[in-house]
């Protein structure tokens, strides 16, 4: 069954600690995504990978870090730095081909008291 | 930097059609996308045109573009209960790397 998982669907988090969102995919895409929603804000990207060992700073990295070490996986670290961590975040795939279309996971509500 | 703007809300009544309206601001945008968002759920893609084509349609739904207004907009027709979610417009440019989304329409459809 190809897709893309997130885990947990929810997470609750104390202020000043770092917490890591896992991204998990079998569709043998090569770019990976990470995007921040906010009501009435639509997405806005975080980081994103290109390739193994690589990736990119998005619009509103601050406060995030990523790694990626296999094809199949794109964590995401929410730090003690970003200031108003508390969205829901979502990770995406793109396939090969001319075509952009992005493939969503199903999210993570992450909640930070 | 690229701008993509849709109105918050929009309600209709089962049975009605629905339209939902982006305009972009960048001249250099290839494809543009419709997305659907169930509540808390992912982004499903919808459909999407090229930027050379004014009209796509697919089933219930109808796409049109005018290219000179830089306007989108998303007809879907028939609309049920099942079609209540948020609609994103996104575009995304040749050899970019990524999509650019706008804000999203919630549709409310009323029994």
């Known amino acids: 069954d190809g897709g893309i998982t997130q885990s947990p669907k929810y997470l609750f988090r104390k202020e000043g600690q770092n917490v890591t969102l896992s991204c998990e995919q079998n569709?043998?895409?090569?770019?990976m995504y990470w995007y921040r929603q906010d009501p009435g804000q639509g997405l806005r990207l975080i980081y994103y990978s290109q390739i193994v060992n690589d990736f990119q700073k998005g619009d509103i990295a601050e406060g995030y870090s990523v790694s990626r070490e296999k094809k199949e996986s794109f964590p995401l670290t929410v730090t003690s730095a970003q200031k108003n961590p508390t969205a829901f975040y979502l990770c995406a795939t793109k396939g090969q081909g001319y075509s952009y279309e992005q493939y969503f996971g199903p999210g993570t509500r992450l909640t930070v008291t | 930097g690229e701008d993509v703007e849709q109105s918050l809300f929009l309600s209709v009544r089962e049975g009605d059609s629905s339209v939902i309206n982006c305009t972009y601001t960048?001249?250099?945008?290839?494809?543009l996308y419709w997305y659907k968002q169930e509540p808390g759920a992912g982004l499903q893609l919808l459909t999407y045109?090229?930027?050379?084509?004014d009209m796509k349609q697919d089933q219930r739904l109808t796409v049109l573009l005018n290219k000179k207004d830089k306007h989108l907009s998303l007809r879907i027709a028939d609309t049920q209960t099942g079609d209540s979610a948020i609609y994103f417009c996104?575009?995304?440019?040749?050899?970019?790397?990524?999509?650019?989304f706008g804000t999203g329409t919630r549709l409310t459809v009323i029994p």
């Open positions: 045109i090229f930027s050379n084509m």
């Open positions: 960048d001249s250099s945008s290839t494809y």
């Open positions: 569709l043998n895409h090569d770019a």
């Open positions: 996104a575009e995304s440019e040749t050899g970019a790397n990524n999509l650019f």
